[in-house]
């Protein structure tokens, strides 16, 4: 028999760079795709790659991706999200489907199926409307009928944006480039308060780091008006520092 192949020491942070890749928008560069592809199959082979070189590949490619990824979330939330529950109900046996039909009547949304999403610890002891409103394999049917209809409609949107609302697209991808030129300004601010003040460099730079791994395709990340408080958090908490 042959003996089992070691498990990369990394091999779950690797599945997160894959994930990234396999994320990227159909507009993204072909040739940059390649390059992040060929790295994570070069990481793949070196189970002696370091930790610091993969998570700096996942956020190199999340950040060289982000206009592009939040302009085609976008376009997915105005075009996508009607064609997803058409593409669900196509792939619903009639009995699961009328049921559900009945559910979005009732004020139901397609939104609670798969909700990882807890904002409370009431919401978390509490079943979800979808949870409460379908038997096991209904609900295992509509959620398998979710993943088909969503890969439906991502083709449908890939379509979009490469073809009829390229322009549409492409206006997204500068204003989402535009913003984060604007964040990345903010995170230079604090990379510069960083080195004020010894008491809270560490904090700082900690907090930098934390901001640029947002970038990730895996990450939630901060927003431009949060980066501007923050920003302004600091310079008030240096502030005797800054004009010493």
């Known amino acids: 028999m042959n003996a089992p192949t070691a498990r990369h020491p990394y091999a779950y942070t690797l599945e997160l760079l894959m994930l990234a890749i396999n994320r990227l928008p159909p507009t993204f560069s072909e040739e940059r795709r ?51 529950e058409s593409f669900l109900f196509e792939h619903l046996d009639q009995g699961v489907r009328d049921k559900y039909a009945q559910f979005l009547r009732e004020g139901g949304k397609i939104n609670y199926i798969g909700s990882v999403s807890v904002r409370s610890e009431e919401d978390m002891m509490r079943a979800s409307p979808f949870e409460r409103y379908f038997a096991p394999e209904e609900k295992f049917a509509i959620e ?59 904090e700082i730079s900690d907090r930098i780091r934390t901001l640029e791994e947002g970038w990730s395709v895996v990450e939630k990340g901060a927003d431009l008006p949060e980066l501007e408080r923050e920003t302004e958090y600091w310079k008030g908490t240096l502030g005797s520092f800054l004009h010493a």
Request: charged share 35%.
């Open 34 to 84: 390649k390059e992040y592809q060929k790295s994570f199959e070069l990481f793949l082979k070196q189970p002696n790659v370091s930790y610091e070189d993969i998570r700096r590949t996942i956020a190199e490619i999340g950040k060289e991706s982000w206009p592009y990824r939040k302009a085609y979330e976008e376009m997915y939330a105005r075009y996508g999200r009607a064609s997803e």
């Open 144 to 202: 398998q009928a979710l993943l088909v209809a969503r890969d439906s409609a991502r083709l449908e949107i890939n379509g979009l944006v490469t073809g009829k609302k390229t322009e549409e697209y492409d206006q997204l991808v500068r204003s989402y480039a535009a913003k984060q030129r604007q964040m990345e300004e903010k995170i230079d601010e604090m990379r510069h308060l960083a080195g004020v003040s010894k008491k809270w460099e560490s």
